[in-house]
């Protein structure tokens, strides 16, 4: 700018920035000579840069490089980015041929030492964490949550701490000892499915001192397990419900867990809680035995 004084074609840099994917680049640059190295800038070229729109490759970067990504998989998805925008022009086949090699060269690694570490580490990833966020998807599609703890009744839960925010969903921290009433459907094995979110781990002290029980009788450890957020337990009833269900007190005490900011003594934090017959009544010949009906206990009109 200092060289070509008022002879800079504004116009044709703002036609050219969306063609090469740096609406963002620009609008920023100009922004910052603006405000720290005083440079005025014409009315016009502020004008027509302001009322280009940035491609989304551009947003999805702008968003990544707002993020901390500490290790290659964590800026692969940047540095594909980088590397279409690189390779314009080129067909899709050779730009995914070629990524390899790219990639390898902008985080100076050696052939082959991204392979064993991190393929392990995108190994669990797509193993342990992409069937949790795909279990997010018919919850976000549904317009209300089965089994949600905001439809639960006040009666049906004791020893619980009043309904708080927890992303886009609804959470009740229990105490370290609480209780809630449920309405198991016709059958005599059944699971029920407790989201506890991401916030206490079944690998810490939850699977050595978490103690379930139904109707006062201790549930076996062994029939309680964790993974990804959620405590599964199988139960057994002894006793056949008809058509109208069996209601029955599931309570559980746990060592208290300790937030940095909170004062309160928790236990679990519970956004949902789910039946479902894993073995109907032999009395029901209509039903398989592999059948398996969910059922949301409990709701509350939200309306």
């Given at each position: 700018m200092q060289q070509?004084?008022?002879?800079?074609?504004?116009?044709?840099?703002?036609?050219?920035?969306?063609?090469?994917?740096?609406?963002?680049?620009?609008q920023g640059t100009l922004d910052y000579l603006q405000k720290h190295l005083e440079v005025k800038i014409p009315a016009e070229a502020s004008r027509w840069l302001g009322d280009l729109r940035p491609t989304f490759?551009?947003?999805?970067?702008?968003?990544?490089?707002?993020?901390?990504?500490?290790?290659?998989?964590?800026?692969?998805?940047l540095d594909f980015s980088h590397h279409l925008r690189c390779s314009r022009g080129q067909g899709m086949w050779r730009q995914l041929r070629g990524f390899p090699v790219?990639?390898?060269?902008?985080?100076?690694?050696?052939?082959?030492?991204?392979?064993?570490?991190?393929?392990?580490?995108?190994a669990y990833w797509f193993r342990h964490w992409l069937p949790w966020y795909m279990r997010?998807?018919?919850?976000?599609?549904?317009h209300r949550e089965v089994g949600s703890v905001g439809q639960f009744k006040g009666e049906d839960l004791r020893g619980f701490y009043p309904l708080e925010p927890y992303g886009n969903r609804l959470l009740r921290w229990s105490r370290p000892e609480a209780t809630v009433w449920l309405t198991f459907p016709e059958g005599l094995f059944f699971k029920v499915w407790i989201d506890v979110g991401r916030l206490r781990a079944w690998s810490s002290d939850l699977s050595k001192h978490l103690q379930f029980s139904v109707?006062?009788?201790?549930?076996?450890?062994?029939?309680?397990k964790g993974k990804q957020g959620i405590l599964t337990l199988s139960i057994a009833l002894s006793a056949v419900a008809d058509q109208s269900g069996r209601?029955?007190?599931?309570?559980?005490?746990?060592?208290?867990?300790?937030?940095?900011?909170?004062?309160?003594a928790l236990g679990l934090p519970v956004l949902s809680v789910k039946v479902a017959?894993?073995?109907?009544?032999?009395?029901?010949?209509?039903?398989?035995?592999?059948?398996?009906?969910?059922?949301?206990?409990?709701?509350?009109?939200?309306s």
């Open positions: 070509a004084g008022g002879k800079i074609d504004w116009r044709r840099v703002a036609e050219h920035a969306p063609a090469v994917g740096t609406v963002q680049g620009v490759q551009e947003r999805w970067e702008s968003r990544l490089l707002g993020k901390r990504l500490p290790s290659p998989l964590h800026r692969m998805p790219y990639f390898r060269h902008v985080n100076n690694l050696l052939p082959g030492q991204f392979t064993s570490h991190h393929r392990a580490r995108a997010q998807v018919p919850r976000l599609l549904q109707d006062g009788e201790p549930l076996p450890q062994s029939c309680v209601r029955a007190e599931l309570s559980w005490a746990c060592l208290p867990h300790v937030a940095a900011g909170d004062s309160r017959t894993v073995r109907p009544s032999k009395s029901d010949s209509t039903v398989p035995n592999e059948a398996l009906s969910e059922v949301q206990m409990n709701p509350v009109d939200a």
